[in-house]
């Protein structure tokens, strides 16, 4: 397949081109630990379908594990809305294939408009509510995270009181994109009252894989996530 590596010239950050010249394009925004790579397997498929995929590297992941950004929302959702706004100026038609915390990071980014569709795996979708079941975990309240600012935990997540802040202030409220959901049933970050909530809020198709995890990473879990790619790409 035809792939083409450049640096986005709004933002001078590593990208991947993926698939022939078409009039549509899918941007692919990965999560945590992921990298513009991962979106070939998709890209695979939507070439096949007359279209070419877009990804970037986050802050701190990929080629930009040295960035003077971090992977924070107030660094990476500014980069998500350059990515969309670089795409509209260059095809027809732009659609979203996001996972994780990149979904959420597309949400705020994107709420506006300008995306045909949308396809989000094991999406981050309240924040503020996942930091304080992280809270909850760790046994640290609201009042002693504003006092120290930053607390490391025992699970590996360091939790901020500017992170809190800005996703309190930051909720999504706005998302009028045809959007497809798939949703292990085992997710441990974003709770199934959740995600059913929003589906039915903003309209869209909730698909959930009962016996996944938020990672999806199993043979069973990948198979069930490319026969759900290939159904929705259809």
């Known amino acids: 397949?035809?792939?083409?590596?450049?640096?986005?010239?709004?933002?001078?950050?590593?990208a991947?081109?993926?698939?022939?010249?078409?009039?549509?394009?899918?941007?692919?925004?990965h999560g945590k630990l992921g990298c513009k790579e991962e979106a070939e397997p998709f890209a695979e498929l939507a070439r096949a379908r007359g279209a070419q995929v877009l990804a970037m590297d986050l802050p701190r992941h990929g080629a930009r594990q040295n960035s003077a950004q971090d992977?924070?929302?107030?660094?990476?959702?500014?980069?998500?809305?350059?990515?969309?706004?670089?795409?509209?100026?260059?095809?027809?038609r732009v659609s979203l294939r996001a996972v994780s915390?990149?979904?959420?990071?597309?949400?705020?980014?994107?709420?506006?408009g300008g995306l045909d569709r949308a396809l989000l795996v094991s999406p981050v979708l309240?924040?503020?509510?996942?930091?304080?079941?992280?809270?909850?975990?760790?046994?640290v309240t609201a009042a002693q995270l504003e006092a120290v600012g930053e607390i490391p935990t025992d699970f590996g997540e360091t939790l901020s009181w500017r992170y809190l802040q800005y996703a309190w202030a930051h909720p999504v409220t706005q998302w009028e994109v045809p959007t497809a959901i798939l949703y292990g049933g085992r997710d441990h970050l974003t709770s199934q009252e959740t995600v059913t909530a929003f589906s039915r809020r903003f309209g869209c198709r909730l698909t959930v894989l009962e016996e996944g995890e938020h990672w999806l990473h199993t043979p069973e879990e990948l198979a069930a996530l490319r026969r759900w790619e290939v159904k929705a790409l259809s």
């Open 71 to 92: 992977f924070v929302p107030w660094d990476a959702v500014p980069e998500a809305a350059a990515l969309l706004s670089y795409a509209r100026e260059r095809w027809e």
């Open 101 to 112: 915390l990149g979904a959420w990071f597309s949400l705020l980014a994107c709420g506006d």
């Open 16 to 29: 991947v081109l993926y698939g022939e010249p078409a009039d549509r394009v899918w941007l692919y925004i």
């Open 126 to 139: 309240d924040m503020a509510a996942l930091i304080e079941t992280m809270m909850g975990w760790a046994g």
């Open 1 to 14: 397949m035809r792939s083409e590596r450049f640096s986005l010239p709004c933002l001078e950050i590593p």
